[in-house]
Structure formats: structure tokens, C-alpha cells
């Protein structure tokens, strides 16, 4: 009767995280299985995708147990009570690794865990790992980490995305049902795009940033990234709250977001900005955006093109804003009372210095560099005020939108995921790829990410729905709608790398990077092979 | 390119942001943050002349702790991380005095 | 111009030129809070070092501040006391700079919108009174405190006071003198004193004074350049950087130098400044509005509440005193010039209902003890009930002024309960008529000269009769009695 643990491993890595926990409910898995099938599809896959920076195995097995029992005594009902999780590196879990895939941050181990992640545990989640990212969440592609690039499992010679590229990946190949990310100017929605999975970034707010290491504050939110839409209702469920230690932290009394998975779109009024379909948008993303505006409006949706207005303009806000708070949330990172510190420095300044220049990766000491300066006297008001003015005007273009439509829809990028190395060589050209997910950040707005085709290579193209705030029911439903007249999903995982899997008795600490190949990383190894190279060493 | 940074400006901004690069990596965060700055002034096509600058995007305001004594002695954990610690404290590099 | 004009000109210009001073303070409060002012640490002094520290204010990563409500209104009361506009819409920027003090390396402050502006207070001058403007009154958090390792050369940190709350109240530049800064240093910590605001110790850092300075010619119309000078943790020291720096000023202008805007560290030992300033150090703070704080807005309605809550400031006790207890102006003036004076004053008077009386003690040995003990009133110890209890014991004649003084001393230094101490001591006053008369028959009869003396007309002789007889009774006898019974033995032979 019993399977063989291959043919389970497949079936489990391509089970959603709410069917994964209905069979842990009715007890045909266990948690403990379950953690076994994620940890035996990560050995499989890492070796060519590098989706984690931290693998706790044994953290996840001890957990899984403890789960279990809580299942069997009836303490935990929940639907994701068992169910396997990927972290991203910038939320701090007490104990376990925590490095915003930084060196700044190799060695880093918190010792607090962040609320939307307690919340996950209150739940019964079981983390097995930390996901890959850029730098500090500073990056489109996965390809600014300390700990090497991640790759899109649909095409290893592909990004991932960015910067939640590691969570997008690991998901769209099965390692874990599902993953948190957090998205400051489209980190969750893109990736979600170029990895075929569905990611959502709720109403700022709605999420409790405690415990999120800060990129951009006003901007940074946290969400799911999971197989498809009802998942994300369910995780968004349990890891919104109200927190006391969030003074940006709304209270909602509407968090009941699975209510709101209804196949029913008749009457919903839906605008696709001209400006998201003008010059720049690659033909074939276009093609399949405009086919799953079709299939809604098949559904009874009216749909209507709309000029949005000063879409361009939220790029360079965007950078002044995030710049600038970075370069004040990232000046903590200085060799003093947590990560890493230069070996060499003569006195207080140089010690500064050099552990932020040795620690921090190019992109990350661009923003610094950036946000310093547009905050520097003389500079304030005219590009930091600017920017913030500029974002009211995009926030009313917003209001005034909503005021005719439920939601918007667009792509959350303009291409396909391009190759590896293509990007970072040219900064303005990738950060023009966020065009379509930035505003959104500056308004404040939910958004989400649907997987809606593929282009001729073979790549997913993923559908943007745009809410008002605190209108996350209302993308639900669509993106709900919209899922089920697509029809099913298929994503490369389980196929792809089951094969490999099967007996891996892997655990403890494991990252990336080396297996990699041919990519050039600021840190050649993994993040805790640096603790003996630096700690212990700083003194002074 | 309409904005230029010198060495001056360059060498200001690595004092505020504590960073220290090398002659090559100043040249290419010289064009950098050029190359930035004419993209970003592009903002200057709008007129935002009456416009408030918004920091938060909705009125959340008098979010507030009450005056109680909530936390314990958490040395232990706080000095976990510490690169250089003594006598329960974080130990840093003499400050100029 | 006519040449005599020209020539009077001449004449001043080679006169010793007369320098203006012109002072504004800078002077950051600690606030009277149980926790520090983003996170549930304690405030208390004396803990070993980071054992007040949490996430929040060592700057862990991920960590966000959260406002402790009980800052916006001591904050609130600070500025309505000193006459200032609240900003009923303000908000918290960062301040940018590195330094391991400051664990965040921002200092969470407020530029853009201060939560008070345009007040100020009116102190006494030897010139008369004069208005010293408030330029605004901001809140922020404490940095924490290094440590200079004696064996290593290093630097040690300690959170403790990190994210402590603090007000910081700029004063306009309309100080012209030592005496003036003092005037107005005194007058705002006695009026934050009042509020219990802050206990406003400089020697411990709970009140701190930044001076900025600038000297310029007598009648001119634009100010110097000016410099701020920092650590100064006394009146004194305060004084002597005043005269310092003004000094180092004038001497700068008559070389034919400039002065350079700077930030000076005063050294009270050497009684000299020298710049802090270093290279690394721009000066250049970026502020901006802090993203994870969020605006506070004072509704008219909490504001009257607050304004409600004021407890009476010294003018109004002042007054008070002079029309409910009938206290004199002197008297009244150093009662209300320490707030723990004042309280003691009132809450003894409270009890034992003997205003006058209690007024006495503490005009009188009071200020005594604490001129020998070198004590601010502050510091007194004692409490009011006591010192009621030793007046209750004086005014039913359980004891006399002199054990009372006495007493009162233990009072004083020990706060010891004067009826216990009385009984266990033996130091009640003797009423026992039989005793009393045996001991003057006995003065009397040892003392032939003054009794002839006094019965000569010399009246002053029964002083030292009196006095013979308190000594044979230890003290213990009620002077009245003893009066009383020495002029009738001495009428009777």
C-alpha cells in the first residue's frame, strides 16, 4: 500500500501547501513526511538552482515532531498546520541564520523571531530553510546575494527574479509548498511573474514589518508566494495581524481573505492602463496579459483600457525614497554590535569603513551612496521632497482610478525572465523593469501575481491585479476567477527534479553558492564558512 | 550627462555613508550616481508646486506604548552577536576624545 | 564730515573696543518615565551595563520603535509651562550620523515640525526682569554611554541610557551674560522640577547645557559667528566656559581673526575649550521623517487635559503662600525655590496644620544643616511626617526648643521618628512640680551673688539662674516653668 518515497516526494512537491495540510489533517501524511519530501526536493534541486542561503533540516525535523503531536492532541486545526515553509533571508528567525544574503550579515543569528513569522508558527508551520535574495533586497534578479545567484527552475540559464528570487524559485520547484517574501518595489510580484508562481503584497500595513530587516520602511511589506491564488488567500490570512511593535501596523477587522475566493467576476470593473501596454512591453508578455484580461472579461468582468498617467515617473521617485531610507536603515550595519567586522582598520572610522565596504556588495553601496546623497544638505528638497511630492501625485492618479475600476491589471514586467548576467551591468535598464510593480509600493496598494502563459522560450509570463487599499478581496476574487477559467498550472518541479531525490539524509546548516558555476560572488562560499575566517579575529 | 560628481562630492558622500572605495570603484560610482541623477531629474518635468509631500501613504497617527516596564535583562542575548565584546559590553575601537 | 567728528571717531576706535556676549542655550532634559521612549526598557540608573537594552534600542536589525505616550506629555507640559505654541500635527525625523554611542547610527529626533515653539520665560536680572525666548522644544532619544578601557586600548558600550527619553529646549540668543544663563538655567529646571517633568540633575546628566556663543561690538546690529560648547555638568562650569570662550572670542577679534562655527569641548579641570570637530565628522545629518514612526496629533481636547493636569507652578505657590499661610516674601520665596522644599512645606503643613511653625524648621535649621552639609535642598531626606510629629512635640511641651534642635538633627540626617526617639532617649521635658521646685531651691542656695544680684534690681542675673537650673535638669525642663518658678522662689524670701 505504501508508495514508493519517490513517487511521494514527486506528489507531495507539487501538492499546494492547503492540500499538503488537508492530508496532514486527515493524517494520510505526517508533518514529519511531509518536512522529508521538502528536504529531499531541495537536496535535489539545489545543486542547480541555489534557492536557499540556510537549510535547517534538523531545526525542521525536531519541529515537524512537536507539530505532529499538536495535530494528534487536536491543538492545532489550522490549514497549514504541518506544512513546510521557505523564509527569505531579510526576516529574522531566532537561532537560524539570518543574512539578507549579505556578508555584512554572514554569521548573523537573531534572537527574536519576526511577527509575521511567528504568526506562521503559531499556525503550525514548519520552516526548513532561509531563502536567497539580492543583497538587502536590493536587486531584480537574485543575482546581487553574497551567496550566489539563484536560478529560474524553468531555465537554469534564466534569473529567477528578484529580489525575492530565492522564495519565487523554490516554490515554482517544489522545495516548499510555500515561501514568504517581502516586496519594497515589486520583489514578490516579479519573480512570482518570471517563476510561474503566484505571489501577493498586501495593502501596506496589513502584514507586521517587526522583525523584517528594513530596505525601504515606507515601502517594504511582506507576503505569500505560493502555487496558486487560494493558497495565498490562506497564508495571508494567517500572517496578517495587528501588531503593537508596528507603529506603520493598521488594524483590519476584514482579514478574512478566503471569503473572497469566489468564481464569480460578473459586474467587476476592470481598467488595463495604456500606459503599462505602450512601448517597452515585450510583444508576448502583451499577448498573454491581454488574453487573461479576455478570459475575465469572458467571465462577465467589463474590461476597459485607461490612461493611468505618471507611470514613468514612479521609477525615479521610487529610487530617491528607497535610496534614501536605506542608506539610513543600512548605516546599523557597521562592525559593532552584530555581523561583520574588518580584520584590518587602525581606529574607530576605518573600522566603519571598511567592514560596510567589505561587507556591502556593489549594488547595496550604490543605494547607499545614492540615498546619502539626495539627503545631504542643499539636496534634500530637491530630490528627496521632489520625490515625496511626486508620490502624492501618483497616489491621487491611483484614487482617482479607483474610483471607476475594482482593479487594475497589467504586467508585472516588462519581459520574460532575461538571462543571467545580463542585467546588473546596466543599473537604469533594470531598474526600468520594475515600472509596473513600483507605484504600487509608493500608493501603498495590494498587488498580485498570477501566472497567465508562457512565452516562446518557455518561459511563464504572470498577470498583475492592482486593488485599492485594503481592497485585497477584490484581486482575490479576480485572481481567483481568472485561475479558474486558465484552467490547471503546470510547474516544472516535480518532474524535473524528483529524479535526483529519494535518501538524502542531508542536515543542519546548508548553503549555496560553489555548485553555482561559472558566476562571480562577493563571497565564494558558503555564509557560515565565514564565521572562521572572520570572527573571533576583529579584535582590536 | 548634465550632472557631474566630483572626487570632492564623491569623497563627502564616503564620509556620510562610511564607505571607502577604491580609485576604480570611485570612477564607475562617479558615473553611477551621474547616470542616476539625470534619470532622477526627471522628476523636474512635474509640477508639483502646491503639493504635500506624502511620507506615509494613509493617516495613521498616535500609535502609542503605554509608560510600562515590559523587557527584563536581556544582556545575554543582546551581546550573542557582538564581533568584539568585554565586561558585558560591546567593545569597539578607542573613540577620539 | 566735519573734522571733529572725524577725529572722535579716531579717538574711540583707539579706545578698548566694548564687547556684547550673546548666549543661547541648547538644554537637553532627561524625562521622568518609568521606560525609555521607544521600547519597555527601564530608565532606572545604576544597572550593570546593558542589562536595560533590548532589541529596539541596541539597533538589532528588523527592530522598530514604538513612542511611549507618557514623552508626548511631559513633552506637552514642559512647553506649556514655558509659554510655547504646540504643534498639534508633529512628527519624528532621523538624524544621521556614526558613532558608536548611537546604535542605530540615527538619532531619533524632530526637526521638521518640534512639538513646542515660540514660548519663553521671564527671569530676573539685575537689571530687572526680562524675557529669555524659547525657539522650540523637540523630543528625542538618548544615545548610550562609552566607556575608555584602562587596560586596552579600547572603548567600551552601554546601552543603558540608550533611547532614554530627553526633551531638548533651544533657547533664543537673548542671554548677554553669565549671570543671566544661570538666571535661566535655574528657573527652567525649578519649573520642570514643579512639573515632575524631570528631577534636572546636572551632575548626573538628567540636565544638560549646551552653550552657543558669539561676542560682538557693542551696538552692532548683526551677531558674531558663534561656537557651541559642550560638557558642562555644573553651574560653575557653565560660568567659567561663558568667560572662557568669551574671552577666546574677543582675543580671536582684536588679533584680527576670525572665529570659526564649531563645536568646542570644554575641560573644566584646565578651564579651556578645544574643537571637536574631525574629518570624518560633516556635520551634515541628512534628517528626514522617520518611516516607522508615525505622526502624533494633539487634539484640543488632550491638550486642555494636560493644561488641567499642571500642577501650580512657583509664581502661584508664591502667592499662595504669602495669602493662605501668611508666610513673608523672603520666607516664601526660598520655600518655593526647590520644589522638595515646597513639598515638604506643604505636605508637614498638611498634617500638623502649624504653617508658621513649619516655616521656622525649615528657614531655620533646615537651611543651617544644609549649608553645613554642603546639601542642595533637592537632597533633603526627611519626611514630612516627622517633622510634623517633632512640632506636635514641641507645641504640647513634651519637649523643649533646645532637645527639639536636637531631635530635629536626626530628623534630619536619619529621618528618624522623633516620638520613638524621644521616649527611648529620655529627653521629655520634666513636669514634675515637686522636682522642678527642689532643683531651683537648689540653684538658688548655691547661687547667693545673683540672687542678691537680681534682687538689687539686676534683672539679667535670672537669665543665668535659668540657665543653671536647665543645666542641673539636662535640659529636660520647659524654660517657661522654670521661669516661672525661679521669679516666684526668689519674690517669696
Request: glycine share 8%; with cysteine; net charge negative.
Amino acid at each position: 500500500m505504501r508508495e514508493g518515497k519517490e513517487r511521494m516526494i514527486m506528489q507531495t512537491a507539487s501538492m499546494t501547501a492547503l492540500e499538503l495540510g488537508r492530508k496532514i489533517r486527515q493524517r494520510e501524511i505526517s508533518a514529519a513526511e511531509a518536512v522529508e519530501a521538502s528536504l529531499a526536493q531541495i537536496e535535489a534541486a539545489e545543486p542547480s538552482l541555489n534557492c536557499f542561503v540556510t537549510v535547517d533540516g534538523e531545526g525542521a525535523r525536531a519541529k515537524a515532531e512537536k507539530i505532529q503531536k499538536a495535530i494528534d492532541d487536536g491543538t492545532l486545526t489550522g490549514p497549514l498546520a504541518g506544512v513546510p515553509v521557505g523564509i527569505k533571508d531579510n526576516m529574522c528567525t531566532e537561532g537560524l541564520l539570518t543574512t539578507c544574503s549579505s556578508k555584512i550579515l554572514y554569521n548573523f543569528k537573531p534572537t527574536y523571531t519576526a511577527e509575521a513569522v511567528l504568526n506562521l508558527e503559531r499556525a503550525g508551520a514548519i520552516i526548513v530553510g532561509k531563502t536567497n535574495m539580492d543583497e538587502f533586497a536590493m536587486g531584480s534578479t537574485t543575482e546581487t546575494s553574497a551567496f550566489g545567484v539563484t536560478r529560474n527552475p524553468w531555465n537554469t540559464e534564466h534569473v529567477p527574479g528578484g529580489s525575492s528570487g530565492g522564495s519565487c524559485a523554490a516554490v515554482a520547484a517544489g522545495e516548499v509548498p510555500y515561501a514568504l517574501g517581502s516586496d519594497t518595489g515589486g520583489s514578490i510580484r516579479q519573480p512570482s511573474s518570471f517563476c510561474g508562481v503566484t505571489g501577493l503584497k498586501p495593502t501596506y500595513g496589513t502584514v507586521s514589518r517587526y522583525g523584517l530587516i528594513a530596505y525601504g520602511s515606507s515601502l517594504d511589506q511582506i507576503g505569500p508566494i505560493a502555487k496558486d491564488v487560494s493558497d495565498c488567500a490562506a497564508i495571508l490570512e494567517t500572517i496578517a495581524s495587528y501588531d503593537r511593535k508596528d507603529s506603520t501596523s493598521v488594524k483590519r477587522t476584514d482579514c478574512d481573505f478566503t471569503s473572497a475566493l469566489v468564481d464569480d467576476v460578473k459586474g467587476l470593473k476592470i481598467g488595463i492602463p495604456s500606459d503599462y501596454l505602450a512601448a517597452g512591453l515585450d510583444e508576448e508578455v502583451k499577448t498573454a496579459i491581454l488574453k487573461a484580461a479576455d478570459v475575465l472579461k469572458s467571465k462577465g468582468a467589463q474590461v476597459e483600457e485607461f490612461d493611468l498617467s505618471l507611470v514613468e515617473y514612479a521609477i525615479p521617485a521610487y529610487y530617491v525614497i528607497a535610496s534614501a531610507e536605506a542608506s539610513s536603515n543600512l548605516s546599523r550595519f557597521d562592525g559593532v554590535k552584530y555581523g561583520y567586522r574588518a580584520e584590518q582598520y587602525e581606529g574607530l572610522h576605518s573600522m566603519y569603513k571598511r567592514s560596510r565596504s567589505e561587507g556591502f556588495g556593489e549594488e547595496v553601496k550604490r543605494r547607499i551612496m545614492l540615498g546619502s546623497f539626495v539627503l545631504s544638505s542643499g539636496y534634500y528638497d530637491a530630490y528627496y521632497l521632489k520625490a515625496l511630492r511626486t508620490k502624492a501625485l501618483i497616489k491621487q492618479a491611483f484614487d482617482r482610478a479607483f474610483e471607476k475600476y475594482d482593479v487594475i491589471l497589467g504586467p508585472a514586467a516588462p519581459t520574460t525572465a532575461p538571462k543571467l548576467g545580463e542585467s546588473l551591468a546596466d543599473p537604469i535598464k533594470m531598474y526600468l523593469g520594475d515600472i509596473y510593480t513600483i507605484s504600487v509600493n509608493l500608493a501603498g496598494l495590494p498587488g498580485m501575481t498570477v501566472p497567465c502563459g508562457m512565452d516562446s522560450k518557455g518561459l511563464p509570463v504572470g498577470v498583475q491585479l492592482i486593488g485599492d487599499c485594503f481592497q485585497e478581496k477584490k484581486i482575490i476574487r479576480a485572481a481567483y476567477a481568472y485561475e479558474q477559467g486558465r484552467g490547471p498550472w503546470e510547474l516544472p518541479a516535480a518532474m524535473r527534479f524528483a529524479r535526483a531525490a529519494g535518501g538524502g539524509e542531508k542536515d543542519g546548516p546548508k548553503t549555496s553558492a560553489g555548485q553555482t558555476g561559472g558566476n562571480e560572488t562577493n563571497c565564494a562560499g558558503k555564509a557560515d564558512e565565514h564565521v572562521s575566517a572572520a570572527a573571533g579575529k576583529g579584535g582590536i | 550627462m548634465a550632472n557631474i560628481i566630483s572626487d570632492e562630492t564623491m569623497e563627502y558622500v564616503g564620509i556620510l555613508a562610511k564607505l571607502e572605495l577604491s580609485d576604480e570603484q570611485k570612477e564607475q560610482a562617479k558615473k553611477d550616481m551621474a547616470r542616476m541623477l539625470d534619470y532622477i531629474d526627471m522628476l523636474n518635468e512635474l509640477d508639483t508646486s502646491g503639493v504635500e509631500p506624502m511620507s506615509h501613504v494613509f493617516p495613521v497617527n498616535n500609535v502609542f506604548r503605554e509608560d510600562e516596564v515590559t523587557n527584563g535583562d536581556e544582556r545575554e542575548t543582546i551581546l550573542k552577536n557582538a564581533p568584539a565584546k568585554k565586561d558585558g559590553s560591546f567593545m569597539v575601537p578607542k573613540t577620539v576624545e | 564730515m566735519n573734522m571733529f567728528l572725524r577725529q572722535q571717531g579716531r579717538e574711540e576706535s583707539e579706545m578698548a573696543k566694548q564687547y556684547e556676549t550673546v548666549i543661547g542655550l541648547e538644554v537637553h532634559v532627561e524625562l521622568a518615565t518609568k521606560t525609555k521612549i521607544f521600547c519597555g526598557c527601564s530608565t532606572a540608573f545604576g544597572g550593570a551595563p546593558n542589562t536595560h537594552t533590548c532589541p529596539v534600542c541596541t539597533g538589532m536589525p528588523g527592530s522598530l520603535p514604538v513612542l511611549n505616550k507618557k514623552v508626548v506629555e511631559l513633552a506637552m507640559a514642559v512647553g506649556l509651562a514655558t509659554n510655547c505654541k504646540i504643534h498639534q500635527f508633529c512628527k519624528f525625523d532621523r538624524k544621521n550620523y556614526f558613532y558608536p554611542d548611537n546604535p542605530q547610527n540615527y538619532q531619533i529626533s524632530q526637526l521638521y515640525l518640534p512639538i513646542c515653539y515660540e514660548g519663553g520665560i521671564e527671569i530676573e536680572t539685575p537689571a530687572g526682569k526680562k524675557v529669555v525666548g524659547i525657539h522650540e522644544i523637540h523630543m528625542e532619544e538618548d544615545a548610550g554611554k562609552l566607556i575608555h578601557d584602562e587596560w586596552e586600548d579600547c572603548s567600551l558600550v552601554d546601552y543603558n541610557r540608550s533611547g532614554v527619553p530627553l526633551i531638548e529646549i533651544v533657547s533664543e540668543p537673548d542671554m548677554r551674560s553669565a549671570d543671566e544663563v544661570i538666571a535661566y538655567l535655574d528657573k527652567l529646571r525649578l519649573i520642570i522640577q514643579y512639573l515632575g517633568a524631570s528631577d534636572c540633575k546636572l551632575q548626573e546628566g538628567s540636565m544638560r547645557a549646551d552653550v552657543n556663543l558669539s561676542v560682538r561690538e557693542a551696538g552692532a546690529k548683526e551677531f558674531g559667528t558663534r561656537t557651541e560648547m559642550k560638557n558642562l555638568n555644573s553651574f560653575k562650569a557653565i560660568a567659567r566656559a561663558i568667560e572662557g570662550e568669551r574671552a577666546r572670542q574677543i582675543e580671536l577679534l582684536e588679533e584680527g581673526k576670525k572665529v570659526i562655527q564649531e563645536t568646542r569641548r570644554w575641560d573644566d579641570n584646565k578651564e579651556s575649550s578645544y574643537p571637536m570637530r574631525s574629518k570624518e565628522d560633516a556635520q551634515d545629518y541628512r534628517y528626514f521623517p522617520d518611516p516607522d514612526l508615525v505622526p502624533v496629533i494633539i487634539s484640543d481636547e488632550w491638550l486642555e487635559e494636560i493644561r488641567s493636569r499642571q500642577p501650580e507652578l512657583r509664581t502661584e505657590k508664591l502667592l499662595r503662600y504669602k495669602t493662605e499661610f501668611d508666610i513673608p516674601d523672603y520666607d516664601a520665596g526660598i520655600l518655593t525655590g526647590s520644589k522638595r522644599m515646597a513639598d515638604i512645606f506643604e505636605e508637614t503643613t498638611a498634617i500638623c496644620g502649624k504653617p508658621k511653625k513649619v516655616s521656622n524648621w525649615l528657614m531655620g535649621e533646615t537651611l543651617r544643616l544644609l549649608k553645613e552639609e554642603g546639601m542642595e535642598p533637592e537632597e533633603l531626606s526627611f519626611s514630612p511626617e516627622n517633622l510634623a510629629k517633632l512640632i506636635g512635640l514641641t507645641e504640647d511641651g513634651t519637649i523643649n526648643q533646645t532637645v527639639a534642635k536636637e531631635v530635629f538633627e536626626k530628623i534630619f540626617r536619619e529621618d528618624i521618628d522623633p516620638v520613638v526617639y524621644v521616649e527611648e532617649h529620655g529627653l521629655k521635658t520634666v513636669n514634675d512640680e515637686g522636682e522642678l521646685r527642689r532643683v531651683v531651691e537648689e540653684v538658688i542656695a548655691n547661687n547667693p551673688q545673683s540672687v542678691s544680684d537680681y534682687r538689687g534690681g539686676k534683672k539679667k542675673a535670672l537669665g543665668f539662674l535659668v540657665g543653671q537650673t536647665m543645666k542641673a535638669m539636662k535640659g529636660k525642663a520647659d524654660p517657661g516653668a522654670v521661669n516661672r518658678m525661679l521669679a516666684e522662689l526668689l519674690s517669696e524670701a
